[in-house]
């Protein structure tokens, strides 16, 4: 009895040694009656059965198993194999050709002929070699179980591997669905697993057609100023559609452009970001679902020639001096109160004053905080004439306009201008 146990210990050595750990071996015994189980992860994997190696009652070695192996053993002894399909894959995501940007799904749309799919792999049996395969056929098209494409072989070392394989050569304007399984190196197959969307996603390498006749209009109103913007639609785009359309930037002619909107829906908007006294330059563009985006639109420019804007009057214009009864031709002083109100920034502002009732301008002296112009107008405003200050100006005059520089938000002043009685 001893020595056929010695005899069973050198056979297993021997296997040990043969299949070790070049084959990822593992071993595992114990004493049933004298049965001794070895288990090989390597090696030649052909069959999912278990052969025990049993010490017969006369001291030969008999074999529990298929009678091929049976006979392999010739009553020396014999190392089996086992071997379980691979575990269905998991986590299955989409992504473009990067690999970053996620396609969403069902229907997500795609701007790149090569798409990259991840998965979770795992297998139940640790050390095997394990490779990932997709089947991608267009949308309404049946599967045919048959793979288009694999990845490259992975170590499984018993935690689940995210892993990946590349779909090229998808068409434009194309919908599409996938499946996945799992391969070891025995060629042993797990289930197919589907995403289920029909499709799954879908391509579109084309921009939309650019949009045409943009427009830009500074407009000088009482609080912020800002550009008024319009365009004409995009044409169309043969895939996904126009999704929306980007608004760019510039304070230099035809280059320098910067992004300052994105996802514009309908024909125009307005930028509420500019600074007075600077000239802007814009161009549009329109973009799709799978974010192919148009060259640029023409350039609109809005030019801050006028965007000084009027101030709120704080107060009517008030007599400062005189005689309590002038007599025609006195000059007659008045104070204009006037304040910076409703504007985030430092800003040039206008103040324009109506002559007071029986004056006469006369006088062209204004003083004021940094007046920089006066202009005055004979019909109300409808158009005006330029004065240096500091001139005369005769006839009938019904209002007074002083452009005044740069005064921080918020902030109140008075112009004083000089009258004279008819």
């Known amino acids: 009895m001893m020595l056929n146990k010695q005899k069973l210990i050198i056979v297993i050595a021997v296997l040990f040694i ?37 010490q017969g009652s006369a001291g030969q070695q008999s074999a529990v198993g298929s009678a091929e192996s049976a ?29 970053v940007t996620q396609i969403a799904w069902p229907a997500g749309w795609t701007k790149t002929s090569t798409e990259v799919m991840k998965v979770d792999i795992s297998d139940p049996d640790p050390g095997d070699v394990l490779v990932l395969e997709i089947e991608v056929v267009l949308s309404g098209e049946a599967f045919s179980d048959t793979p288009s494409f694999e990845g490259g072989a992975v170590n499984y070392s018993g935690t689940p591997i995210n892993t990946s394989v590349e779909a090229i050569n ?16 025995e060629n042993y197959y797990s289930d197919w697993v589907t995403l289920g969307g029909d499709p799954d996603f879908q391509t579109d390498f084309a921009p939309p057609i650019t949009p045409e006749s943009l427009a830009a209009e ?18 169309g785009d043969s895939g996904s559609g126009v999704a929306g359309y980007d608004l760019y930037r510039s304070t230099t002619p035809d280059t320098g452009y910067s ?54 009057v704080a107060a009517p214009a008030t007599y400062t001096g005189g005689s309590s009864d002038p007599v025609p031709g006195s000059i007659i002083n008045y104070y204009l109160y006037y304040q910076n109100i409703g504007f985030a920034e430092a800003s040039n502002i206008v103040i324009i004053d109506q002559i007071p009732e029986y004056t006469q301008f006369k006088l ?27 001139t005369y100006v005769d006839g009938d005059v019904t209002h007074i306009k002083w452009e005044v520089n740069v005064i921080s938000s918020e902030a109140s002043s008075k112009v004083e201008y000089g009258t004279v009685i008819r």
């Open 71 to 99: 006979s392999k053993i010739a009553g020396q002894g014999y190392i089996y194999t086992t071997n379980t399909k691979p575990s269905s894959p998991e986590s299955l995501q989409q992504f473009r050709a990067d690999g």
């Open 364 to 390: 062209g002296t204004a003083t004021g905080e940094s007046l920089s112009a006066v202009y005055f107008s004979n019909d109300n405003g409808s158009n005006w004439d330029y004065t240096p200050t500091g």
């Open 170 to 185: 998808m068409a434009d304007n194309s919908g599409y669905i996938w499946q996945v399984r799992v391969r070891d190196l």
């Open 218 to 235: 500074a407009l000088p109103v009482t609080g912020p100023a800002y550009v008024y913007l319009t365009w004409e639609a995009s044409a």
């Open 259 to 312: 992004k300052i909107m994105s996802l514009i829906t309908g024909t125009s908007t307005s930028d509420t970001t500019v600074i007075l006294g600077t000239d802007y330059y814009y161009v549009i563009t329109a973009h799709d679902a799978a974010t192919n985006e148009s060259e640029f639109s023409n350039q609109a420019s809005a030019p801050q020639l006028e965007v000084t804007r009027e101030a709120i």
């Open 18 to 54: 043969l299949f070790g750990t070049a084959n990822s071996a593992r071993r595992t015994s114990t004493n049933y009656g004298l049965q001794t189980d070895v288990y090989n992860q390597g090696g030649n994997r052909g069959t999912s059965e278990s052969y025990i190696l049993r």
